[in-house]
Structure formats: structure tokens, C-alpha cells
């Protein structure tokens, strides 16, 4: 059974940094690339950022290029996104996905909020 699981969002205020995890399971992980998406109140779901299954290749969206990283580490099924220069606008949950034999998993999400 894959699972998800994302951690580490929080309230932090402008300018910030925050690292989510998102730790999976139920699935050979090193092979499979992960995406992470957020969803701000009222908004439709946004692309962040995708790493390849080897962690070799990464992209990211527009919006959050040179502030966000995303990483893995394959020997403990994780996946990091780390988050520096946070603005208002980054107040989202943020999912991982994996596409994994045709069907979207996706854990529960964890809120992050940017305020001062």
C-alpha cells in the first residue's frame, strides 16, 4: 500500500525558511520520481517542484526558483523540499506525489503559513 506522508510546515514569518519531508513507503521509492504541489485557500493545485527517481534532475516552478530545493535521500524514502525566502504568498498545504503504476498518490499535506 504506497503512503505518503509530508511533516515540517508550520507559521513562520517573511523571509523565513522551513524543510517538509515527505516519507513514503508500501513502494520501491528509488525508482520513482516524487512532485511536490500546493494549494493556497481558494486557489487552484500549483506545481512547485519534481525530482527524478535518482535525485539526479530537478524542476521547479517560476514562482519559487532560487528560493526553494527540492532532494531525496533513497535509503530512507524520504524526499526534502526545503524552503528559504518564504513570502505571504507561499502560505499553502503542500502535497507530495507520486504517479505509481498508473494511479496519483498523494499524502495528506502539511500547511505552511507565512505571516509576520
Known amino acids: 500500500q504506497v503512503q505518503l506522508e509530508e511533516s515540517g510546515g508550520g507559521l513562520v514569518q517573511p523571509g523565513g525558511s522551513l524543510r517538509l519531508s515527505c516519507a513514503a513507503s508500501?513502494?520501491?521509492?528509488?525508482?520513482?520520481?516524487v512532485t511536490w504541489y500546493r494549494q493556497a485557500p481558494g486557489k487552484e493545485r500549483e506545481f512547485v517542484a519534481s525530482?527524478?527517481?535518482?535525485?539526479?534532475?530537478?524542476n521547479y516552478a517560476h514562482s519559487v526558483k532560487g528560493r526553494f530545493t527540492i532532494s531525496r535521500d533513497n535509503p530512507w524514502n524520504t524526499v526534502y523540499l526545503q524552503i528559504d525566502s518564504l513570502k505571504p504568498e507561499d502560505t499553502a498545504v503542500y502535497y507530495c506525489h507520486v504517479f505509481y503504476r498508473g494511479v496519483d498518490f498523494r499524502g495528506k499535506g502539511t500547511l505552511v503559513t507565512v505571516s509576520s
Open positions: 508500501g513502494f520501491i521509492f528509488r525508482n520513482y520520481a
Open positions: 525530482i527524478s527517481a535518482t535525485g539526479d534532475s530537478a
